[in-house]
């Protein structure tokens, strides 16, 4: 069934793209989706994947909403909005099931979640939902709240694009520009929650970045004069490479320092490179091409003792002018311990520790406990990565941490040996 659960993952965001782009009714429509992926996941093992697998997931939904639509009709019959609700049959658009093109219907789906009708974190949270694939309790702990306010945000945020009555097609050009920013950072999450999963057994979700370098690359198409565009397309695909050294044979994570940088993705980070050189080149830079540039340095060093710490801690300075984001700070913080030393990255841990939006993050511990551990300080290093290992949700995450406290367990002298038996 494993094969199946990827394959449908994949297709969920273009049927349901599609049947938004040809039936309307945002909300309707994604409840027929989940159910013709129920249905699929229940015929599909016991009579084999179809020959076009799309476009059976979209014929089933199309007569589920067709059903929807119908019973909403029928209930409002006699109110002023019933010529809104069209049938199937009235609308003019092209066929659900048609094969997508140049401007794939999850892309177009992309902006409609990014609709400037909606908050910053609607908009975050709503394509997390439809075009990501997260669940309801993933979003929510990404945004740290609880899993039922999600469930009212997105609510909310699909009932705002149904009373929107936006048609489902690529924005003009201005209007385009105005929403960019928020479906680069719904992408930018998408990754990051496909690369180092927030919680759960495993490390990454190679499905979930997939699909964000996927939509990344189709945005650069879209967008190829967007320097911060190309900019997060190449921080994902450098990123990205990394990937198959960050975790041993037993899923354990391994620290960059300590991968294998034979086994990174030499193809990702030749494209990634390129990307990043010439999006630097167009004048000054974002925090997406930024952060690309520190990857770029990070790949492109032959060994780990080779990294260039300085000019990374040059460009975490930028970033930092730009951004009030405590995880770059955090990081500006390791950076600066490689450059000059475990002291200077503790000093600038202190002025972090009162940040509420870190004080609770297993991060902020382990980055603690690595620099204590740098300067030799192991009792303090140890209770730091306990802490850390408390704090993370993540299994491999707690696993690697509480490797690291029982690795500075003082040995006791041989006189305190316990007796044999």
């Not at 969920?12 to 938004?20: D, I, N, S, T, Y």
């Not at 014929?59 to 006699?78: F, H, K, N, W």
């Not at 949270?125 to 439809?130: G, Q």
Request: glycine share 6%; hydrophobic share 45%; charged share 25%.
């Amino acid at each position: 069934m494993g094969a199946s659960e990827d394959l449908l993952r994949e297709l969920a965001p273009q049927v349901l793209g599609a049947v938004v782009r040809r039936f309307g009714h945002f909300d309707l429509a994604e409840d027929a989706v989940q159910e013709a992926l129920l249905a699929a996941a229940t015929q599909w093992p016991r009579d084999g994947v179809p020959d076009d697998p799309r476009a059976w997931l979209v014929t089933v939904a199309a007569r589920r909403l067709t059903d929807l639509l119908r019973a909403e009709q029928a209930r409002r019959r006699r109110e002023d909005t019933v010529a809104a609700r069209a049938l199937p049959d009235d609308w003019l658009s092209p066929p659900a099931d048609r094969s997508p093109g140049a401007s794939d219907d999850t892309l177009v789906l992309l902006f409609m979640c990014c609709h400037p009708s909606l908050s910053p974190p609607s908009q975050l949270a709503l394509t997390l939902r439809a075009v990501g694939g997260l669940t309801t309790a993933e979003i929510a702990r990404a945004f740290l709240v609880s899993e039922a306010t999600m469930t009212r945000r997105i609510t909310r945020a699909k009932q705002r694009v149904k009373d929107s009555g936006v048609p489902f097609r690529l924005p003009g050009a201005a209007e385009r520009a105005e929403r960019t920013r928020a479906v680069l950072h719904t992408l930018y999450l998408i990754f990051n929650e496909g690369y180092a999963s927030t919680s759960g057994p495993d490390l990454h979700r190679a499905e979930l970045a997939a699909e964000a370098i996927r939509l990344a690359r189709m945005l650069h198409r879209l967008l190829p004069g967007d320097a911060e565009a190309a900019g997060l397309l190449a921080l994902m695909l450098l990123t990205d490479a990394r990937r198959p050294a960050r975790t041993g044979r037993d899923g354990a994570l391994i620290p960059m320092a300590e991968q294998d940088r034979t086994l990174w993705n030499a193809a990702f980070i030749a494209e990634g490179v390129e990307l990043v050189t010439a999006a630097l080149s167009r004048g000054t830079p974002g925090p997406y091409q930024l952060q690309a540039a520190i990857a770029a340095l990070h790949d492109e060093a032959p060994t780990a003792e080779e990294t260039d710490w300085p000019q990374i801690a040059a460009l975490y300075e930028l970033l930092l002018r730009g951004s009030a984001n405590p995880m770059i700070a955090l990081n500006h913080a390791v950076a600066v311990a490689m450059a000059r030393g475990p002291r200077a990255g503790l000093d600038l841990l202190e002025e972090l520790a009162g940040d509420d939006r870190l004080s609770g993050d297993h991060r902020l511990y382990a980055v603690r406990a690595h620099l204590l551990e740098m300067s030799g300080e192991h009792a303090g290093a140890r209770a730091a990565y306990q802490e850390a290992a408390g704090r993370a949700m993540s299994l491999p995450q707690q696993r690697y941490l509480n490797a690291r406290a029982v690795r500075l367990e003082p040995e006791a002298p041989e006189g305190d040996a316990a007796p044999p038996g």
